[in-house]
């Protein structure tokens, strides 16, 4: 005889954590608290925090089926584990919210309320709408936010208050008819939403205030506002550009600067030939590429030890040979008569290809397969 089935979920809540364990006890009590009556569940991504804390969830897991774990092991990222969680539900209703109890949970049954009788895709919690507020939050964070915020709001066309909010609740199909076009990096997982396909979204913003976090500390540090950065450029250029290329890109537009003002410095101020000049401005712009890109680029795979100085040693050889290409084929469009501009951009474009992707192989080689 078929035993009677455990009622599916109507409302699935994704939590992400990174060093949260001290937060997940109080968070599993106030949702249990704020949902109760409703059929809800709480999934935790943990990307194998240090301090335990999906051992933590486990207990707390293993203590109350609704709560569940997924344990993500060697990979890293706010937006990507939210996309994992999101995608191991079969709830209709799915909320993003924090660990660290700064996002008010208490919001939770207006967001579904909303999101059930009204002709809606998406609610979001606001901190930037009437009745919402932003805690104990210094000016500098506040005027990054603002910032941030109107970067974004310019690329998504939708007069959100709060764009980098991480708090939301979505419909599960609305989700699930943009996951393949979500670029999945860094911290802004609502604006990769908004950005990834039309017609846009329906929206609303509910307000709540910010909480001041009591345990563990905030991961958002200058490697997030980069990857900010690049998925903002991605979502502009169309996602066949690969991320990576992107970085490199912008590093390689970095090294021109390094380039010119160390060929200035030897040449202009030190009375160095400029061949000379010339040729240790281009060393150390590689060198300095190299080190960008290993810290910014490849910040998941980082070289380290021995096999940062054989990783240099390929990259300039490299970088030697997309040099060669890129004076060959511009000098070879220039004489065939194309406008000088056109010719030099070919020729920056073909070298920068080719660095991207013969670094890509010899210097940050992928892991084989169990060899990490
Ligand atoms: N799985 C996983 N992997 N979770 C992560 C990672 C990661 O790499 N990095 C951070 N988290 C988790 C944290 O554990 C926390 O639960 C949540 O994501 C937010 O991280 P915080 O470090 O607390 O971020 P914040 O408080 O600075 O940023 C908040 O404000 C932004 C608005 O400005 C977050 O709420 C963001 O979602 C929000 O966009
Ligand atoms: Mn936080």
Redesign the pocket.
């Known amino acids: 005889m078929p035993s009677t089935p455990c009622p599916p979920p109507l409302l699935s809540v994704i ?6 364990a001290d937060n997940l006890a109080d968070l599993v009590g106030r949702v249990e608290r704020t949902l109760s009556g409703l059929a809800w569940e709480l999934i935790i ?3 194998d925090s240090p301090d335990g804390t999906a051992d933590r969830a486990r207990t707390l897991a293993a203590a109350d089926r609704r709560v569940r774990v997924l344990q993500r092991i060697g990979r ?3 937006s990507s ?1 939210c996309i994992e969680g999101l995608l191991a539900s079969s709830a209709p209703y799915l909320a993003v919210m ?3 109890l ?2 008010d949970e208490t919001l939770l049954p207006d967001m579904l309320a909303a999101l059930r009788s009204e002709d809606l895709d998406i609610v979001i919690g606001s901190r930037y709408v009437a009745g919402g507020g932003l805690g104990g939050w210094d000016e500098r964070r506040r005027s990054m ?1 603002r910032f941030a915020g109107n970067l974004g709001r310019r690329l998504i066309k939708a007069d959100i208050k709060d764009p ?4 939301f609740m979505v419909r599960a199909e609305v989700f699930r008819r943009r996951v393949r076009r979500l670029s999945g990096v860094g ?2 997982i609502l604006l990769d939403l908004f950005a990834s396909g039309e017609p846009p979204l329906r929206f609303r913003e509910l307000p709540y205030e910010f909480r001041v ?1 009591q345990a563990g500390a ?3 540090d200058n490697a997030v506002l980069w990857e900010y950065l690049l998925m903002l450029i991605q979502k502009l250029l169309g996602p066949l550009i690969p991320l990576r290329f992107i970085a490199f890109s912008l590093i390689g537009g970095v090294g021109v600067g390094v380039h010119l003002l160390v060929l200035w410095l030897l040449f202009k101020g030190l009375g160095v030939s400029f061949l000379v000049g010339q040729a240790v401005a281009t060393l150390v712009a590689m060198t300095s590429n190299f080190f960008l890109n290993n810290i910014l680029t490849y910040r998941d795979m980082r070289l380290r030890g021995r096999a940062l100085i054989w990783g240099w040693l390929s990259f300039v050889l490299a970088c030697s040979v997309g040099a060669l290409a890129n004076v060959g084929i511009a000098t070879y469009l220039f004489q065939a008569e194309s406008y000088w501009v056109l010719s030099a951009i070919a020729g920056i474009l073909v070298g920068a290809v080719w660095n991207y992707a013969v670094t890509a192989i010899y210097t940050w080689k992928r892991p084989k397969a169990g060899a990490a």
């Open positions: 939590v992400p954590t990174y060093n949260e991504v943990d990307d890293r990222g706010l584990a924090d660990a660290d700064q996002h936010s980098m909010s991480g708090f911290f802004k976090r905030s991961k958002l």
